[in-house]
């Protein structure tokens, strides 16, 4: 049971992390004396942050050969919002799309972006990241992370980017909007890793699936969420320590 409490009390930090800022903590930002170098300061709930030896996120490298079973990704539901909560852009999604990853289910609770892309491949950062993240039953989280890269303009990505509020802190609901699969290339292959929330309070213990194609993006796509951040919203890689990246 208390395995169980503390899985379910990491989900809810993980959506609160990605909820409407303030009310959850001290405030933490991506710049100045509130940025990703002091946020194990600004609150004790937020130690993890500097003390953690299984950080998120990371440069991908040295990856290690592994028999890494298929995932099995049944993303059926639609977005139903669109939220501007000040660190980043975030899609809610209605329950019903899944995730089944080393023999469990997950379920898709929303997904958001970050810019330039927060995980590294052999040392190559990407303009946009997006981060599908699940939950399972007991509230164990798993991360699709998917990485976009300069090119054409992504028109599965623009139907969002069409409905992005400008300010922070607000909402726009969605009336249509296309289900998340649409946005996934169709290499589903991936690299592993396990690692940490990448906004305090940093809670470890999130499975890390990091797909290996990317798909595309425009320059000016990527510009437009960079003028509504107002800044860039990636937390620098972390320490790999101990840990391996399978592929």
Not at 44 to 62: D, E, K, V, W
Not at 89 to 104: C, E, H, M, R, Y
Not at 149 to 170: C, H, I, R, T
């Amino acid at each position: 049971m208390k395995k169980k409490m503390l899985g379910i009390a990491s989900a809810c930090l993980l959506l609160a992390s990605t909820a409407f800022a303030g009310g959850h903590g001290a405030k933490w930002g991506y710049t100045g004396n509130i940025g990703p170098e002091h946020w194990g300061d600004l609150d004790f709930r937020y130690i993890r942050c500097a003390t953690g030896q299984n950080q998120s996120p990371i440069n991908l490298t040295g990856m290690v050969e592994s028999k890494l079973a298929p995932i099995k990704i049944d993303y059926k539901t639609k977005p139903f919002e669109i939220v501007n909560n000040g660190h980043t852009i975030q899609v809610n999604i209605a329950p019903g799309s899944t995730l089944v990853f080393d023999g469990k289910i997950f379920e898709l609770k929303q997904f958001h972006f970050h810019s330039p892309s927060e995980n590294q491949i052999e040392g190559k950062s990407f303009p946009l990241e997006a981060h599908f993240v699940h939950a399972d039953k007991n509230g164990n989280l798993a991360v699709v992370a998917l990485m976009f890269e300069l090119g054409k303009k992504n028109d599965v990505l623009e139907q969002f980017w069409s409905n992005m509020p400008e300010q922070a802190n607000s909402v726009h609901k969605l009336k249509e909007a296309p289900i998340p699969a649409k946005l996934l290339p169709k290499s589903k292959d991936y690299y592993y890793f396990n690692g940490s929330l990448t906004t305090p309070p940093c809670s470890e213990g999130v499975r890390w699936i990091v797909l290996k194609a990317p798909v595309t993006v425009s320059k000016e796509q990527v510009e437009k969420f960079s003028h509504l951040m107002h800044h860039p919203n990636n937390r620098p890689v972390q320490p790999l320590n101990a840990r391996k990246v399978l592929k």
